[in-house]
């Protein structure tokens, strides 16, 4: 059975394409002919055009970590909140154009891909996404692009399941979705995405994904030092460290201190006998964790100081590099 656009022509939300005698052209002015919001995307350069769809929808990174992916989130493809629910969790939405950032949280920060235009368009799915002989996309890249294509879609179907949710997605500061699309219509294209997991790429088999988990395993799984950089200074990225550190000399102080104030006390009435049973034990154990205490002090100060080196070393590499190219 031949493959068809998972949606109609009287569906569609972008009419700037048309196929005219075997050939896609726009609709409006057969003079422009690049991708709808790529001027410089050639509506006849195939290569341009795989490369450009590459760029926007492949997650080549997460579906390298799929099979990994239940260490950082819920297994879950619906496990996405909504546009008014990330509001109400505190998340600011910030855009990005990199498909690997898609609904990836950190803090008080979430990403989101807005919708490439294109990706509305019926001419363009015939065109460019459904079989031809000879193909205009090879396998096996014209079914990932396919497989990253509907994730995306039906990852909307999900953030955008009521009118507040269509209002925020439309605001100029967001602008998700391109403009003069009404509601209904909106919500008439993209439930034709409420797909199965098998159609989807092995990243959007998973929803929401932690950022600060991901990149923990990056450096397991991928060999990253991160999947993607959060700070971008010393001071902010050492400062993430702060709050444990000091929750851990904090305890190792109040600990210390309290065996000082035993100590001394015992000073005052006279030191036990060696042999006198608990007091000993108690000595002993006294010694032994002030001497665990001086190793974790000198291993959280090695540890930071060869963090400091390594970020060092990697940014006079990457400088390096980039000088004698």
Known sequence: MAQLVPFTKLEELCNDLDIVDG??????????????????????DLHGIKECLQTELMTTDLNKLAPYLWLVAKQDSQHISSLTEQIVRGRNIIL??????????????????PI?????????????????????????????????AYGMLRSFAILIKHESDFALATRKENQLIPDNISYASFINFIDRFQITDNQ??????????????????????LLRFNYHKVEWA???????????ILFIFG??????SAMQVVFNVLAIQGLPDPGSGSWWTFAVVSRDFSIFTLVVVAAITAFLLATFIALFARELIYALYHLHR
Do not use: C
């Open 23 to 44: 050939q896609i052209q726009q609709h409006k002015n057969s003079n422009e002919v690049y991708l709808p919001g790529h001027p410089r995307i050639q509506l006849h």
């Open 96 to 113: 990005t154009e990199n498909p690997g950032l898609h609904l990836l949280w950190f803090d008080n920060r979430v990403f989101i891909k």
């Open 116 to 148: 490439p235009k294109y990706l509305l368009s019926h001419a363009f799915w015939d065109y460019y996404l459904m079989p031809t002989n000879p193909p205009r996309i090879q396998e096996p890249v014209r079914k990932e692009l396919i497989q990253a």
């Open 200 to 221: 989807v790429s092995p990243r959007y088999q998973y929803g929401e994904l932690r950022l600060m988990r991901l990149n923990f395993w990056s450096r397991i799984f």
């Open 234 to 244: 010393y001071g902010a990225y050492f400062a993430r460290y702060y709050g444990p």
């Open 251 to 256: 305890v190792f102080s109040l600990l210390l």
